[in-house]
């Protein structure tokens, strides 16, 4: 059990039968009244985020998230394969668990699960990841002035927006969390 007192960023809670991770935290001591802890909290399977205000000597069970490096093996359709590559068990998770967050991983790439109470609800890529340009459209000679970009697809699939000098066949490097080019490799 965590008091309100002692909430951190960053630290995950059970709340009303969800899980949530402290995304801001503030101490409010008011001139007349009690003091309280207003909260920004975002439910980690859902992704929403809501406001809380909580009694600094409130408690709530703190919840435990397991993060797990597994290997991302393939997808079937619906089912997309991992493998955890200490023990070699695989499991297979629906699209919906999954959501976009496979977008710029290839097959055979290491990922991490997060889990709480041994039940997967998310999947973490690595935050950057080098793909191969397999389609995009030359650039216009002398638009390089105007840090203009253009629309070229990843072997993945995925659509990137480039600088104009890159071109299909580069390898480019990727930040997975906001999907944005980065560089040439």
Do not use: W
């Not at 969800?18 to 503030?26: M, T």
């Not at 909580?54 to 490096?69: N, V, Y």
Request: proline content about 4%; aromatic content about 10%; some cysteine.
């Amino acid at each position: 059990m965590i008091s309100a007192g002692e909430f951190r960023n960053g630290v995950t809670i059970e709340y009303e039968g969800n899980i949530y991770q402290i995304i801001e935290f503030q101490h409010v001591k008011p001139g007349k009244g009690a003091a309280f802890v207003r909260t920004k909290l975002r439910n980690i399977k859902s992704g929403g985020v809501v406001e809380k205000t909580f009694r600094p000597t409130e408690k709530c069970p703190q919840a435990h998230i397991e993060r797990k490096d597994m290997q991302y093996l393939y997808s079937d359709g619906d089912l997309f394969h991992f493998m955890d590559v200490e023990t070699f068990d695989q499991i297979a998770l629906n699209a919906e668990a999954i959501g976009d967050a496979l977008k710029f991983v290839k097959e055979n790439e290491m990922v991490k699960t997060v889990a709480h109470a041994g039940e997967i609800f998310t999947v973490e890529p690595p935050l950057f990841v080098e793909l191969l340009i397999t389609e995009c459209e030359p650039g216009v000679k002398g638009d390089t002035a105007t840090g203009a970009t253009k629309p070229c697809t990843v072997e993945t699939g995925a659509t990137v927006y480039v600088p104009l000098f890159v071109n299909e066949g580069d390898t480019i490097k990727i930040d997975t969390r906001t999907g944005e080019y980065l560089s040439r490799v």
